[in-house]
Each structure stands twice: as structure tokens, then as C-alpha cells.
């Protein structure tokens, strides 16, 4: 990416998080018409800067966002389900909404991570397959 790309990091990272707070619901269909399109656009701007960008390079290297990449997978898996339940069963106002949304998905993805993912991915060595050579057929 061009050097000018490094301005486009912060100005796309501010309106992905506006976009958040006060776009419209996940189950709104104006969410998969307007907030992913338009998402997935800043997102591109963002990443492009950030090989320009030392500051915000330093930002994303912050351990509280580096844990957020290790339980990413839970998230990724949990955060729908979450999201849907909660704005169902929980009336709040929007930003407290979103708030309560993001915290209790990475509640429930650490909590995922540290006594499902991670303990399967430590013993996932010591399991054999099962091979023909060492089957035996009765």
C-alpha cells in the first residue's frame, strides 16, 4: 500500500467502532445490507495503513487485543448466538447494549478457550489415529 494509506488506519478504525455503537441491530436487515458492506470497506482502509503506521501497530501489540486473537475462534463461534439472545431477552438502550454484548462474548470465549480449546489442543499430540495396521477385525 501507498505511504498516504497510514492516514486511513485511525479515521476507518473510529468509524468501524461508531458503526457499532449506533449502527442498527444484528437482527435489523439493514445490518447485513449496510453495516457489513460498509464494515468490510473500513476494515480493508484500516489494514491497509497499518504497514505505515507504527503508532497503531503498537496499539494492536497491546496484550489485552493480543488475548482477543488467542480466544478469537470462541468469538467467532459464540458471538452470533450471544448477540441474538441477549437483544432478545435484555431491553437496553443501545450502547449499553453493545457493551453488555461484546463483554459477555468474551466472557463466555475465554471461558471456551481455557477449559475446552486449550486443554484439546494440548493433548491432541498424544491421540493415535486409527490406522489398518492398527485395527484388528474380529
Given at each position: 500500500?501507498?505511504?498516504?494509506?497510514r492516514?486511513?488506519?485511525?479515521?476507518?478504525?473510529?468509524?468501524?467502532?461508531?458503526?457499532?455503537?449506533?449502527?442498527?441491530?444484528?437482527?435489523d436487515?439493514?445490518?447485513l445490507?449496510?453495516?457489513?458492506?460498509?464494515?468490510?470497506?473500513?476494515?480493508?482502509?484500516?489494514?491497509?495503513?497499518?504497514e505505515?503506521?507504527?503508532?497503531?501497530?503498537?496499539?494492536?501489540?497491546?496484550?489485552?487485543l493480543?488475548?482477543?486473537?488467542?480466544?478469537?475462534?470462541g468469538?467467532?463461534?459464540?458471538?452470533?448466538?450471544?448477540?441474538?439472545?441477549?437483544?432478545?431477552?435484555?431491553?437496553?438502550?443501545?450502547?449499553?447494549?453493545?457493551?453488555?454484548?461484546v463483554?459477555v462474548?468474551?466472557a463466555?470465549?475465554?471461558i471456551?478457550?481455557?477449559?475446552?480449546?486449550?486443554?484439546?489442543?494440548?493433548?491432541?499430540?498424544?491421540?493415535?489415529?486409527?490406522?489398518?495396521?492398527n485395527?484388528?477385525?474380529?
Amino acid at each position: 500500500p501507498p505511504r498516504w494509506a497510514r492516514h486511513l488506519t485511525l479515521p476507518c478504525f473510529a468509524a468501524i467502532v461508531l458503526l457499532m455503537v449506533v449502527g442498527p441491530s444484528a437482527t435489523d436487515v439493514n445490518y447485513l445490507r449496510v453495516c457489513v458492506p460498509v464494515t468490510a470497506v473500513l476494515t480493508t482502509g484500516m489494514l491497509a495503513g497499518l504497514e505505515h503506521d507504527p503508532v497503531f501497530g503498537k496499539l494492536l501489540g497491546w496484550s489485552p487485543l493480543r488475548r482477543i486473537g488467542v480466544i478469537s475462534y470462541g468469538l467467532y463461534l459464540y458471538h452470533q448466538l450471544i448477540f441474538n439472545l441477549l437483544d432478545y431477552h435484555v431491553h437496553a438502550r443501545r450502547p449499553v447494549e453493545v457493551v453488555l454484548d461484546v463483554v459477555v462474548a468474551i466472557a463466555v470465549a475465554e471461558i471456551s478457550y481455557r477449559f475446552y480449546e486449550s486443554p484439546i489442543r494440548s493433548r491432541g499430540r498424544r491421540f493415535r489415529r486409527a490406522s489398518p495396521s492398527n485395527v484388528v477385525a474380529h
